[in-house]
């Protein structure tokens, strides 16, 4: 036991991140699912972040209310923002989520009470390992309920053709809206976490580079089921911690292999459990993420 | 106020060639181009590698990095476009490959140089200014602004009235029917992204010498008012782009007078949810909704 | 009158796609939609199903006006179609094509699966689509295929069973017997008569005149945008102006 424990605490802000980049990575995987392409889950767990930081740290919000508020507010924001893109085509999204993003850094930067370009220190440390790891369970054990339901089943077939399902009834925008919108209560949810346990945080946490590291995460563990984000956060976490002296090349090394996945092995690393589906969605051309 | 306008239509032509190049390959082939400001980015470095390693003057630089950038552009297709569309994969696959290309590049333009502004060793671009009265204009604004102007007419040329042209608008409208009429899709392709990438290149070299900096990041901003600029004039439509390009140009450099420059960037993106709302389709857009 | 167009129109850029079509299908009933390639069939289909908007006229489905509803909400109000080239979900197993088919009719689970059951051998939903997959001929043994692996006139069936899951009140198919060999032709055949048997009314658009002949009550034909007939079969094969359309195209008898 006593190895264990000394385990956890060598590596108990590696293993708090991992678990907070699955949350991350979940909720991107949640939106690729209806074959949206969201860059803006990193500006999500920023709102969530900020919030629930300033909340606790101004009107002494009990955790998790600040939590909860933070994840919310997240939410409110990608409510507005989905409704006036999915009217619009796919690609559209991929847009309006970076332009997003910038936004909420240049608001970050400019207002006063956010810290600016400082940001927030001394953010106190609440978060426990067994906050992270029991929202990482929590979260994938809904996300893999309702992927077997019918929003489940309406998402798939949103991802596949969605001419096809409007025509089956399936209101296709709202659905869209649904797993996005989810997606950010999920980040926000994650921000907020991540910032009880990094003590302190700046805008420049919550960009675009997170927001790509992220989609990393998703597409490289996999999209046919909860399994994969996870398995990415956790693989390309932990893979440069262990190759420390590698840690310049890491961003190399992670868009290296997310253009290697993509392109050869679309839909994650996690298909190499079920290859035999994978062969048969290749041989009849249904391979990819979307 | 002469002075502003002169800026405004300077930083236009750049928005202009960066996001003609960005829309070029969204009407041709579809796909939105996430690694285009990589290649603004790298003309910039590239020039920057002719002047300052290999000790050349910049008019060797320029081209030099003009044609390696579209180089570069035909090289990406067949890294991280081509293969998708082979199995007809969705857009969306495209999006991510393109960014991964862009993660790698831009650390390794890092390793190499550092992710801090760079500025060209002393002398290297030509300076001039001249004056109009009481205001005082850089030269070499005016240079890009011509040369730009040139540009883009040389390109509406290419593409009215040459079979390249011709092959890329048939390619653009109809890709299936295009092969079947014997167009050399291969061919059209790499040209498309060459031109592409040639102009993105150009860009980043133009705004690099004006400002006479240069930094890893500095395809970031370009691309999201690349973004704004495709939406306001249409996405897919070029001279869509070039109107949006001036309008952003000028709308930018107006805002300033009103708002702190923190916020600059919110002149883009508030024009970009503005006419998302409104105007989707943008001032010239049209691309047909899906085909059943 | 199940459906009715009134004036249906629609353009794209400078030309009419459709032409202030008239169109009635009585209930219970088959309307065969026949004309050369390119007389605006499909755009037609498309927008009684809602997929695309009009640019005017009126469309009433069962007395009331559902112009500029979308798809989907066509799709809740009872109208199901197929499409021309298949539009199958390829990477979705053949069960989870027809259970989507179903989506109008079914009520959302997400909340209920929360709480892990054991899944029961079938439940309805299941049943029923399990049933369906075997009506159209494609067999529950494989309902477990993906649906990208069927062969074309299988996926043909597939769309089939899929429209048929919601209990539609007007089943539009579009093209589906072709690339069907004879006796698959036959099987839909029967399969249409035995759904009017049943009560379901049928819109079917195709180039075999023979099968359009045989199993709709009525025909109307559409020719560059324009309903240029509309009567028994009898008497569109015999419509002098039906004959000058597909002259050169194909012979109508």
Request: glycine share 10%; with cysteine.
């Amino acid at each position: 036991m006593d190895a264990v424990s000394d385990f956890l605490r060598t590596y108990s802000t590696t293993i708090a991140v991992i678990g907070v980049n699955a949350l991350l990575a979940l909720s991107v995987w949640l939106t690729l699912y209806a074959g949206q392409l969201t860059l803006g889950n990193a500006a999500f767990m920023g709102v969530g972040a900020y919030v629930s930081a300033l909340l606790g740290r101004h009107l002494d919000t009990p955790f998790p209310v600040a939590l909860l508020i933070g994840s919310v507010a997240a939410a409110a924001l990608a409510l507005p923002l989905g409704s006036i893109v999915f009217r619009l085509r796919g690609v559209y999204l991929a847009i309006a989520t970076l332009a997003f993003g910038e936004i909420v850094r240049v608001v970050l930067l400019a207002t006063p009470i956010t810290g600016r370009g400082q940001g927030l220190n001394g953010i106190p440390p609440k978060t426990e390992l067994w906050h992270i790891y029991l929202s990482v369970l929590v979260v994938a054990y809904v996300l893999w309920r309702v992927q077997g339901s019918t929003i489940g089943r309406a998402w798939a077939a949103i991802r596949e053709d969605e001419i096809a399902s409007a025509s089956q009834g399936i209101a296709v925008g709202r659905h869209k809206l649904a797993a996005f919108v989810i997606g950010a209560l999920i980040a926000g949810w994650a921000g907020g976490l991540s910032a009880h346990v990094t003590f302190s945080i700046d805008p420049s946490d919550f960009g675009f580079t997170k927001a790509v590291q992220v989609l990393v995460f998703a597409v490289v563990g996999g999209t046919p089921n909860v399994l994969g984000p996870i398995l990415g956060a956790g693989l390309l976490t932990a893979l440069p911690e262990l190759l420390r002296p590698l840690k310049d090349y890491r961003d190399i090394f992670q868009g290296a292999i997310l253009l290697l996945v993509i392109i050869y092995l679309p839909r994650g690393l996690v298909t190499f459990v079920d290859v035999r589906r994978t062969r048969r969605l290749s041989r009849i051309g249904a391979l990819d993420v979307a | 106020m002469a002075e502003q306008l002169y800026n405004a239509v300077f930083i236009g032509s750049i928005y202009a060639l960066f996001a003609l190049g960005f829309a070029l390959v969204f009407s041709v082939l579809d796909i939105l181009n996430l690694a285009h400001p990589t290649v603004f980015m790298l003309g910039a470095f590239i020039a920057l590698f002719v002047i300052g390693t290999l000790g050349l003057p910049w008019f060797v630089a320029l081209p030099i990095a003009v044609l390696v950038t579209g180089l570069f552009g035909i090289a990406l297709d067949r890294v991280a476009f081509a293969p998708l569309r082979r199995r007809g994969a969705p857009a969306l696959s495209s999006m991510i490959s393109s960014l991964a290309v862009t993660l790698i590049v831009v650390r390794l333009v890092e390793l190499r140089y550092g992710g801090d502004f760079i500025t060209f060793p002393a002398g290297t671009v030509p300076a001039f200014v001249f004056r109009v009265g009481d205001a005082t204009f850089e030269g070499i604004r005016l240079a890009i602004v011509v040369l730009s102007v040139v540009l883009m007419l040389i390109l509406t040329y290419v593409l009215r009235r040459t079979q390249l042209g011709r092959d890329l608008r048939a390619l653009a409208e109809n890709p299936r029917a295009a092969r079947l009429l014997g167009v050399d899709v291969d061919r059209a392709i790499a040209a498309t992204f060459f031109v592409s990438s040639a102009l993105g290149g150009l860009a980043g070299v133009l705004l690099a010498f004006a400002y006479n900096t240069l930094d890893s990041r500095m395809g970031v901003p370009l691309e999201l008012r690349a973004f704004t600029v495709m939406v306001v004039g249409g996405m897919g439509s070029l001279p869509g782009a070039v109107i949006g390009a001036y309008v952003l140009g000028l709308g930018e450099v107006a805002s300033l007078v009103y708002l702190p420059t923190e916020l600059r960037d919110a002149f883009a993106f508030g024009l970009l949810f503005l006419v998302l709302v409104l105007r989707p389709t943008g001032l010239l857009g049209q691309k047909s909704p899906d085909r059943v | 009158m199940l459906l009715e167009t009134v004036g249906l129109t629609k353009r794209f850029g400078g030309v009419t796609a459709v032409d202030r079509v008239d169109l009635g299908i009585v209930q219970g009933r088959a309307l065969g939609l026949i004309g050369p390639n390119g007389a605006g069939k499909t755009t037609l289909v498309n927008l009684i199903s809602g997929v695309v908007p009009a640019d005017g006229g009126t469309i009433r489905l069962s007395g009331s006006d559902v112009s500029g509803l979308p798809a989907h909400r066509l799709a809740a109000l009872g109208i199901a179609r197929t499409f021309q080239g298949v539009r199958v979900f390829r990477g979705l197993t053949v069960e989870d094509n027809v259970l989507i088919g179903r989506h109008t009719r079914t009520r959302s689970d997400a909340l209920a699966r929360l709480i892990p059951r054991p899944r029961s051998a079938i439940d309805a939903d299941r049943a029923r689509a399990l049933s369906l997959i075997d009506r159209v001929g494609i067999g529950r043994r494989r309902a477990e295929v993906l649906a990208g692996e069927l062969p074309y006139g299988d996926q043909r069936r597939l769309e089939i069973a899929r429209a048929l899951a919601s209990e539609p009140l007007l089943l539009i198919l579009d093209e589906p017997a072709a690339g069907m060999n004879p006796t698959e032709s036959a099987g839909l055949r029967a399969l249409i008569g035995s759904l009017l048997v049943e009560g379901l009314t049928i819109l079917l658009i195709e180039h075999d005149v023979r099968l359009v002949m045989d199993t709709c009550q009525r025909v109307a034909v559409l020719n560059f945008g324009r309903k240029i007939a509309d009567a028994v079969p009898a008497e569109i094969q015999r419509d002098p102006v039906v004959r000058e359309a597909y002259l050169g195209t194909e012979a109508v008898a």
